[in-house]
């Protein structure tokens, strides 16, 4: 999926196992062509208490949305950890769809990241043949406009008649109007409350991506890979739809959701919030409205429906070393670069949705890899969540099970590690999963009533819970299945 600075990254970010063993990539990757990641370490591990980060080879079928850098630079993929301790992140799935956050990912996965510009040479040839089209266009419009008046005026002479050949257009601002249920009518309400995300960071690198308006005191909901180029010394701004421009700065990051919140500097009076939908009460089939700035084209609206829910998507974030993980709303709406950060609207105009990622077959070169009509978008009900706390305390909260699982994905499972980080134990001392009695070495096969087919499922089925919720995990050890309850932990922060 593409968010606003979705086309302006230039480098591709960690793939992730495909479905429906791996989750795929979100699809807001920036611009440029995705390096690629370094090798993975021997039998990586993922924790659903810390995230180890992990390199993996991109997967062609997958890639993050990306901004679009303005002068496309490469996204190059973050730096592996010396072990999970350091970055405190599971690894993103072997694999699994890329992260694309940037241009598209080499693989055909989903992509995370804000739109990458392009380079300023191609921006120009794109430009002039739009250009030379519109003039052609003008042209032949003109010379079809000037023999249908000198038809009218030749007809009129003959008759005597002295009437105007002035042909008055029917069309006035009322006309225009459209019912409030029909895609033009949701997108005329929505569009006021999209902004397009401009990320520049102190390194000269950054891109365009999309984010909306939370709530009156202008707060900015987005994904977090729309902005970390630059969240700590780089600039920010959001415009609207009326083209109208403020300076923005980050309130709160949350790496591993993939979610961020910007906070306007001088908020302008009469802000709209878009009103909050429910992700839960989401059926595949509904209709759905995305809203966007896909490849640097602010405010374009597509339509399409919900095609699957609880797709797993893991991806790197594209700022450093984190990884992402979701159970994913899945939609056919064309989304790409760029769009990285939208919201993806019910048929109703409440919003259901972050786009964030889409699945891709891949990109070459310095372009960016486009929809095939498989986007992915972090559930609203988690990101409200998320901002929430990012408002509140500046920093993220993640629960956890206390535990380390393995992120390949043909065990059946999330399989529980012999070891944790460093060397640590696997199973947390008095954690969740230790007083549940779970052990190394137990396959986790369901979370609650949803399949769990590997560890990046695992974590972003615990992601969509809250610190304190009580579980039911189902698990085997030795042919035999058992189930136990948990009650989740928690983790603040994403270091």
Do not use: C
């Amino acid at each position: 999926m593409s968010t606003e600075n979705e086309g302006n990254e230039g480098t591709a970010a960690e793939a992730a196992p495909s479905v429906p063993s791996a989750p795929p990539v979100p699809a807001d990757a920036p611009q440029g062509s995705p390096e690629s990641a370094p090798a993975a370490p021997p039998h990586p591990d993922a924790t659903a208490t810390q995230q180890q980060p992990a390199a993996h080879a991109q997967d062609p079928a997958t890639t993050p949305m990306a901004p679009v850098p303005a002068s496309a630079p490469q996204y190059a993929p973050p730096p592996v950890p010396q072990s999970a301790a350091d970055a405190g992140w599971p690894p993103p799935p072997p694999a699994v769809p890329a992260y694309a956050h940037g241009h598209g990912a080499q693989g055909g996965g989903p992509v995370w990241g804000p739109q990458p510009q392009t380079s300023d040479a191609p921006r120009k040839r794109g430009a002039g043949g739009l250009v030379a089209a519109v003039a052609v266009a003008a042209l032949v419009a003109g010379g079809v406009g000037g023999a249908l008046g000198f038809w009218a005026a030749d007809s009129n002479n003959d008759s005597g008649s002295s009437v105007s050949t002035t042909v008055a257009a029917s069309g006035t601002p009322q006309d225009l109007k459209r019912d409030p249920g029909t895609v033009a009518g949701v997108a005329a309400k929505a569009l006021p409350s999209v902004v397009t995300i401009d990320a520049q960071g102190g390194d000269g690198e950054g891109g365009t991506g999309t984010g909306f308006v939370y709530d009156k005191e202008g707060h900015i909901l987005t994904n977090n890979h729309v902005v970390a180029s630059a969240a700590d010394s780089g600039q920010l701004t959001a415009t609207f739809s009326n083209g109208k421009k403020y300076d923005a700065e980050v309130v709160g990051r949350a790496q591993g959701y993939d979610v961020a919140v910007l906070k306007l500097k001088n908020p302008p009076q009469g802000l709209t919030p878009l009103p909050l939908g429910n992700s839960d009460q989401v059926a595949v089939g509904d209709s759905t409205i995305a809203i966007g700035a896909p490849f640097g084209l602010s405010n374009t609206v597509t339509t399409g429906i919900i095609s699957a829910k609880n797709r797993p998507v893991a991806s790197g974030d594209g700022s450093g070393g984190s990884n992402s993980y979701m159970s994913a709303l899945q939609t056919d709406a064309s989304i790409n670069p760029g769009n990285s950060g939208g919201p993806l609207l019910s048929a109703g105009g409440a919003v259901i949705g972050i786009n964030s990622a889409i699945q891709s077959t891949g990109s070459t070169g310095q372009s960016q890899a486009g929809s095939i009509g498989l986007g992915f978008a972090i559930p609203v009900n988690q990101a409200k969540n998320v901002a929430q706390q990012l408002i509140k305390t500046g920093q993220p909260v993640y629960p956890v099970i206390g535990a380390t699982v393995t992120m390949d994905e043909k065990t059946g499972g999330a399989v529980i590690s012999d070891q944790g980080a460093g060397g640590t134990e696997a199973v947390t001392k008095d954690g969740p999963a230790a007083r549940a009695g779970l052990r190394a070495g137990d396959v986790i096969t369901k979370f609650n009533d949803t399949v769990v087919d590997s560890g990046p499922t695992l974590i972003g089925e615990i992601w969509t819970h809250q610190p304190g919720d009580k579980v039911t995990l189902t698990y085997k050890r030795g042919g035999k299945t058992s189930t136990v309850e948990v009650t989740l932990g928690e983790r603040k922060g994403d270091s």
